[in-house]
């Protein structure tokens, strides 16, 4: 059995989950998230529980499906109350960012700004040199986190780039100079 999949979700007061065949509808106080689980995958809604369960409880592939599909449905009742966010933080000379629009654009020191259009459903934020991404789907979120952070990785020796806020960057020592006279 799946220690994950088995534990059932309780679903909070105002939200409301729609289970219809393969797809489940989870629509709460910050919007709407629809979802089509695997076929091997059933959810069973008891009042304010819900429970998820597989054909072949034995399958090593089946117990996989079914602890994913119960965090799935756990996140996407998660993102619609509370929702989700991922905060970078941008470190080096000159390098900013702001938000215009539906574009953020970006100084990392090229040549010319990095225009970066906004996915539908994530709100971005910039406050000095702190970056915040929200959004209600937490796939969504993390995947523009990533790709914000692809556009100039932080690199090793002055920490100079776009960094998560709590990622620890290792440094690596510089050039050393021997003395002048000395063989």
Do not use: C
Request: charged content about 20%; overall charge positive; aromatic content about 4%.
């Amino acid at each position: 059995m799946s220690r994950i999949g088995k534990l059932p979700i309780l679903v909070p007061d105002g939200v409301t989950v729609n289970v219809d065949g393969q797809t489940v509808n989870v629509t709460g106080p910050k919007g709407t998230l629809t979802m089509t689980v695997h076929r091997r995958v059933s959810l069973h809604l008891t009042e304010r529980q819900l429970t998820v369960s597989v054909v072949d409880a034995e399958a090593q592939s089946d117990r996989a499906l079914w602890g994913l599909t119960r965090m799935l449905v756990a996140n996407m009742i998660t993102g619609v109350t509370a929702g989700y966010q991922k905060q970078l933080e941008i470190n080096g000379v000159g390098f900013k960012a702001q938000v215009s629009g539906q574009n953020l654009i970006l100084n990392l020191g090229f040549s010319h700004p990095v225009n970066f259009p906004i996915p539908a459903g994530i709100t971005i934020t910039v406050e000095k040199n702190v970056v915040t991404i929200g959004g209600i789907d937490k796939q969504l979120v993390g995947e523009t986190a990533a790709t914000i952070r692809r556009l100039k990785k932080p690199e090793p020796y002055k920490g100079k780039g776009i960094k998560y806020l709590d990622e620890v960057i290792r440094r690596k020592a510089g050039k050393v100079v021997k003395a002048a006279g000395a063989k």
